[in-house]
């Protein structure tokens, strides 16, 4: 069974950081575009940055350059997202996706993860 599950969620105060991890599971991952979506409440799923399995070219919303960064690791089929100088409208619930094509329409996604940024 193909999962994949999120961690690293949680409250942090404006300012501070948090790092999520996806830990994938069930086939190798690494043929596949990989990324990062949010939900905050009321809202769309965005898409937040998204990683390409063969030059792992990466690429970011712009409301997050220069702040977050995502990175995979093939060997431990593990997909991370370093957030830095978090702001409260990065609150939402992230998750996780693996596409063949791309991430966008992602065969896979996991659960998510509640990040909450108190100002």
């Known amino acids: 069974q193909v999962q994949l599950v999120e961690s690293g969620g949680g409250l942090v105060e404006a300012g501070g950081s948090l790092r999520l991890s996806c830990a994938a599971s069930?086939?190798?991952?690494?043929?596949?575009?990989m990324g990062w979506f949010r939900q905050a409440p009321g809202k769309e799923r965005e898409f937040v940055a998204r990683i390409g399995w063969r030059s792992g070219a990466t690429n970011y919303t712009d409301s997050v350059k220069g702040r977050f960064t995502i990175s995979k690791d093939n060997a431990k089929n593990t997909l991370d997202l370093q957030m830095n100088s978090l702001k409260p409208e990065d609150t939402a619930v992230y998750y996780c996706a693996a596409g063949l094509k791309g991430v966008t329409g992602a065969e896979y996604w996991g659960q998510g993860t509640q990040v909450t940024v108190s100002s």
């Open positions: 069930g086939r190798t991952f690494s043929r596949f575009y």
